[in-house]
């Protein structure tokens, strides 16, 4: 039988005499495998194109484009398939020069069937190991880097709590002193009514610098350190409605629109309000700063009786496709230096994920991107809890 676990072995048999290639699909596709034919190289060469395979049994001698020209071809356009040669030809020097070129092995006309299957079990055997070991590969890459990640992020989580406690001691003490200003100011009758406007306003922005300062202090906080998850019924769709409302002055720096479209009006939920806001103002962040003037970014609620289901959906230029599989990595963002830290998407999919539910993104090149956010209805037991109700 020639195929592993599921999947069963594709071959493309390539050899200008019908007769010899017919009779030899007929005898693999009894043993199991898919065959594809091709009666020259230019045909193998537009099949491979439109259907990739494992093996290609090849003719060396072909009217046209020979067999080695094929090999060559095949090695540069599909690395990953193994070809084996057929040769009418008793001389070894064709099938010797065909493995120097890159082919698996070679066998003579006739053929004994049984002796060209296992030769196929090898190369496919082969095949299926480079895979394996190509995937192991990337795996061992991929788990470097989040590695490297991680101990940059706690890096940055110990900055980031020492840097917000030292900034919060000056705020504190602008603050008051703004405040007692604001207090001598109004007892004090020498001061011209021009000259309490401006005061008032001086006094207004400090106040109001100091408060996005704290704000800051606060996510920074936030970050180095895991909130503690505050569980509450809420309704979703107006939790919605109220991201639109605070995300629409970014809406209006980047001459975009936005929007909340509620399928379900009164889509309610047992879950932390605070930190579900929190991740759609980032994507709705994310989406408007993504899209060209004009774009639009919209919120989509729906649902059913488990889950509640958060749709942002924006019509910007789309994830390139290799950065699809990157974005919920710390650190990594396509934005310039000094415009995005690569934080905002690992941070929403931990939240999300500590909350029970989870985020997955979905972006097609010019086309925009939606993320969907599913989010567990009810709240979560805890194991202790669960393992407590089944041994009762």
């Known amino acids: 039988m020639m195929w592993r676990g599921e999947r069963r072995t594709r071959i493309l048999i390539v050899d200008d005499e019908s007769g010899f290639r017919e009779?030899?699909?007929?005898?693999?596709?009894?043993?199991?495998?898919?065959?594809?034919?091709?009666?020259n190289g230019i045909e193998a060469l537009s099949s491979l194109a439109r259907e990739p395979v494992d093996v290609v049994l090849l003719d060396v001698r072909m009217p046209g484009m020979d067999g080695l020209?094929?090999?060559?071809?095949?090695?540069?356009?599909?690395?990953?398939?193994?070809?084996?040669?057929?040769?009418?030809?008793v001389n070894t020097n064709e099938g010797v020069a065909g493995i120097k070129a890159g082919a698996f092995d070679y066998l003579t006309k006739p053929i004994e069937i049984d002796h060209l299957v296992g030769k196929i079990r090898q190369a496919f055997d082969k095949l299926v190991r480079n895979q394996e070991q190509a995937r192991e590969e990337r795996f061992r890459v991929r788990m470097e880097e989040q590695l490297i990640a991680a101990d940059r992020l706690a890096a940055l989580g110990t900055l980031s709590a020492g840097t917000a406690h030292e900034i919060n001691n000056p705020l504190a003490i602008i603050n008051d002193s703004a405040g007692w200003?604001?207090?001598?100011?109004?007892?004090?009758?020498?001061?011209?009514?021009?000259?309490?406007?401006d005061l008032d306003l001086a006094l207004e922005k400090i106040e109001t610098s100091v408060k996005r300062a704290r704000r800051i202090t606060?996510?920074?906080?936030?970050?180095?350190?895991?909130?503690?998850?505050?569980?509450?019924?809420?309704?979703?769709?107006?939790?919605?409605?109220?991201?639109?409302?605070?995300?629409?002055?970014t809406a209006t720096?980047?001459?975009a629109e936005v929007s909340a479209a509620c399928e379900v009006k009164d889509m309610r939920i047992w879950s932390d309000p605070y930190q579900v806001r929190q991740v759609l103002i980032n994507l709705v962040s994310n989406g408007l700063q993504a899209v060209a003037p004009g774009g639009m970014v919209e919120i989509?609620?729906?649902?059913?009786?488990?889950?509640?289901?958060?749709v942002v959906r924006d019509n910007g230029?789309?994830?390139?496709?290799?950065?699809?599989a990157r974005i919920f990595e710390p650190f990594f963002t396509t934005k310039p230096p000094g415009e995005g830290t690569g934080l905002g998407l690992s941070v929403s999919r931990g939240i999300i994920e500590k909350l029970g539910g989870?985020?997955?993104?979905?972006?097609k090149l010019g086309k925009g991107t939606i993320f969907s956010v599913s989010i567990p209805r009810k709240p979560i037991e805890s194991t202790d809890k669960q393992n407590e109700d089944i041994s009762r």
């Open 300 to 310: 989509i609620i729906t649902g059913n009786e488990k889950d509640a289901i958060a």
């Open 253 to 255: 720096e980047c001459q």
């Open 317 to 324: 230029p789309g994830i390139p496709p290799e950065n699809l």
């Open 181 to 197: 200003l604001k207090s001598r100011a109004a007892k004090d009758e020498s001061i011209s009514p021009a000259m309490r406007k």
């Open 69 to 89: 020209a094929v090999l060559e071809r095949i090695r540069q356009e599909h690395p990953d398939t193994e070809v084996i040669l057929i040769t009418g030809n």
């Open 23 to 39: 009779s030899l699909a007929r005898r693999l596709e009894k043993r199991g495998a898919v065959i594809n034919q091709a009666g």
């Open 358 to 363: 989870q985020i997955k993104v979905d972006s």
């Open 218 to 249: 606060h996510q920074l906080l936030s970050f180095a350190r895991s909130a503690d998850t505050m569980t509450k019924e809420f309704n979703l769709s107006e939790l919605a409605v109220e991201v639109v409302e605070l995300t629409r002055k």
